[in-house]
């Protein structure tokens, strides 16, 4: 066969990372088969919209429709030494070709920027042709690692008045079996919506925005739009609810030593504004001081614990003992391993309903994905590590003062008896003590069954347990304060609602919103005014619920449609776990209290509907998208398989089974 002539090939247009070649045919004159177009050559200064060095760049000098697929758009290819890039979304890779009406250039995307490339535009090209480009110093803005913005944030969130002060008391009403399974319970379902949560996070670039970013482009604008709303708003309430129980210990503080303010209800509204006030203030201050104060308060907590094990290894004073404190003892153990209902609240599904929202607070990290270093790794590892150590931590402490305190104590020295004596009856009579009047009367003030500051009274030293709740409770409150503003931002860019395009502007290097830092002031102190925690609770978990089930119904949504676009990185979750933790979420709202699911169910449906009649001219390639293509494309090759008939006979449907026959 004659081998055909190869022509001189010209050099390349452009330099970039990887530069090619044309395999056009060279004509007479130098000059290829197809006319140059204005603006083809990277040498041209024509500012139009195609002609720049970035663009340039990525086309390899010529026109083109497509951009060539660029190095760094591939997630799992990378070089010794370099770090693993993020792969982009599809609005990425089409940016770089978008006209903008304003200005005739190629836009620069975040991919774009994040790996250093110039903006486009004839000035750009002219510095590129010169030399080195000039660039201004932009201070780098402040970024997180798993530990610092993932794992110690979700911990803290987790952590909160709860385990301090109710986590005893359920322990004495359930035992120590149905103890441990009202947490497994509870970590069942976060940890499968972790586990939702790391596979999303890791399909492609994660921006700010947090969990409505995750929502909203995994199933669309229409359910991520409105779980945004409830979920940023639920972050704000619960401000004010992790604020007021800060307010009540000090309150409670106040009271034992006869120093009020002004009286019980306004001495929590006076202690809340105030302490509300003070954290709006380190939140302005910057994200790095945000951060370095939740490490303080993290580092309260954990001497907290320290001092609450080293305390229940010390041999009981016998001032404790009147409390009933005995140290570790296999009798007190096995007596407080099985349940011992009391009061209306003593049901398991009751005590359920108590506990599960100290089990809540995973999202704290994926909330201000937008200061991550590296999302993608930072939301899996550090997500699934901070549930691992908060559940480790709950369940060590139920059994530890499980097996130390018995559930009825009078705390009088008087009630010391000799071992053995006669008329004594419960499990302190082997230790020396009679509780027996206030046990049939009903009326011990200590014991696991009626003192909730069981904790401090067990610790080493008691101040230390009064600084946890007050760690907690803070470092709670201002993680909220912060992810609230956060995700409101990122649903005020995308202009799915009116009248919030306002709070979505930033400032400084890590554009922070400092007007939804001051909404979000504003909702939390008229909810402080109210001074009723237990009002304002139900609402928030059911919201923080809610968010649940829909990221992990998004990883069912997006799993089961086949989308070419699913392929997260992350490879330990499972479609069908996803969809049991979705059901089972929604389950667990109504058991928690029914009104407040209600509630929550309707304002999530009239705002979807909202959405969906605007109908807002966003495209974010949603696994709805994918669904509706495969249902349209299995109704279509359904056809050929019915018989036809005079009655229904359309050409329609020949033209569609013949397209889809074509496609396949």
């Given amino acids: 066969m004659a081998e055909l002539p190869i022509p001189d090939l010209p050099p390349a247009h452009c330099s970039g990372r ?38 340039c760049s990525r086309t390899f000098g010529y026109n083109t429709v497509d951009v060539v697929p660029a190095y760094e758009h591939y997630a799992n290819s990378k070089g010794v030494g370099d770090p ?96 441990w399974l009202i947490i497994l319970m509870s970590v069942t379902v976060t940890t499968i919506t972790g586990l939702s949560i790391s596979a999303i996070s890791t399909n492609g670039k994660v921006k700010s925005g947090g969990t409505y970013f995750l929502i909203s482009r995994s199933l669309g604008p229409e359910l991520g739009g409105s779980i945004g709303l409830i979920f940023a708003f639920a972050n704000a309430v619960a401000v004010a609810m992790h604020t007021v129980g800060f307010a009540e210990t000090v309150r409670d503080l106040l009271q034992e030593h006869n120093s009020l303010i002004v009286d019980p209800t306004n001495d929590i509204r006076i202690i809340g504004v105030i302490t509300v006030t003070v954290l709006l203030g380190i939140s302005l ?44 003892r296999a009798d007190i153990f096995a007596q407080n391993f099985v349940p011992n209902w009391r009061g209306p609240e003593g049901s398991f599904f009751g005590l359920f309903s108590i506990f599960f929202p100290s089990a809540t607070g995973i999202l704290a990290g994926a909330n201000i994905s937008g200061d991550l270093k590296d999302p993608a790794v930072a939301i899996p590892k550090g997500t699934l590590m901070a549930i ?40 302190a009579c082997r230790f020396g003590w009679n509780f027996t009047a ?7 003030r200590y014991g ?40 409101f931002q990122c649903l005020c860019k995308d202009q799915l609602y009116p009248l919030i395009g306002f709070f979505g502007k930033g400032y400084g290097r890590n554009s922070e919103p400092i007007r939804g830092y001051m909404l979000t002031y504003v909702i939390a102190v008229g909810f402080i005014l109210i001074a009723e925690l237990n009002a304002i609770a139900p609402i928030i978990s059911n919201f923080f619920l809610c968010s649940y089930a829909l990221i992990n119904f998004s990883c069912f949504h997006a799993s089961i449609t086949n989308s070419p676009g ?67 494309l299995n109704y279509s090759v359904g056809l050929s398989e019915v018989d036809e008939h005079i009655k229904n006979y359309r050409q329609g449907q020949l033209i569609a089974v013949l397209g889809t026959a074509g496609v396949g």
């Fill in 18 to 55: 990887f530069t090619i070649s044309t395999l056009l045919g060279v004509e007479e004159g130098g000059r290829g088969p197809y006319p140059p177009t204005e603006g083809s050559s990277c040498d041209s200064v024509q500012p139009t919209h195609l002609s720049s060095s970035t663009l």
């Fill in 84 to 179: 693993r890039k993020g792969r982009p979304s599809l609005a990425d890779l089409h940016s770089i070709l978008k006209p903008d009406p304003g200005r005739l250039h190629a836009p620069v995307s975040d991919l774009q920027q994040s790996n250093g490339l110039p903006e486009a535009g004839p000035e750009a090209g002219l510095e590129d042709a010169e030399g080195e480009p000039e660039r201004d110093s932009v201070p780098e803005p402040v970024r997180f690692g798993w530990v610092k913005g993932v794992m110690i944030r979700c911990m803290l969130n987790i952590w909160g008045v709860i385990l301090y002060l109710r986590l005893p008391w359920i322990t004495a009403q359930a035992g120590i079996a149905l103890t």
């Fill in 285 to 328: 201050a910057g994200m790095e001081w945000e951060a370095k104060a939740q490490i303080l308060f993290f580092l309260v907590i954990l001497v907290s614990f320290i001092n609450y094990l080293v305390g229940t290894v010390i041999p009981a004073t016998a001032e404790k003992q009147a409390k009933g404190f005995f140290s570790y």
């Fill in 388 to 427: 691992f150590w908060t559940t480790v931590s709950y369940l060590v402490l139920s059994a530890t003062i499980g097996a130390c305190v018995v559930r009825d104590a009078s705390g009088s020295l008087n009630d010391s008896v000799a071992v053995g004596s006669p008329g004594c009856e419960g499990l």
């Fill in 438 to 444: 206030c046990t049939q009367q009903q009326s011990c």
């Fill in 448 to 487: 696991l069954s009626n003192y909730y500051q069981s904790m401090s009274m067990v610790s080493g030293f008691g101040p230390l347990i009064t600084a946890g709740i007050f760690g907690a409770t803070l470092s709670s409150a201002l993680a909220c304060l912060v992810s609230a503003p956060k995700v």
């Fill in 566 to 632: 699913w392929r997260p990185s992350f490879q330990y979750y499972s479609k069908w776990a996803a969809l049991f933790g979705a059901a089972v979420s929604v389950v667990i709202m109504f058991l928690l209290t029914w009104w407040a699911a209600l509630i929550a169910f309707g304002i999530v449906i009239f705002l979807l509907g909202y959405v969906l009649y605007k109908k807002p001219d966003v495209n974010w390639g949603s696994s709805m998208q994918a669904s509706s293509y495969n249902m349209a």
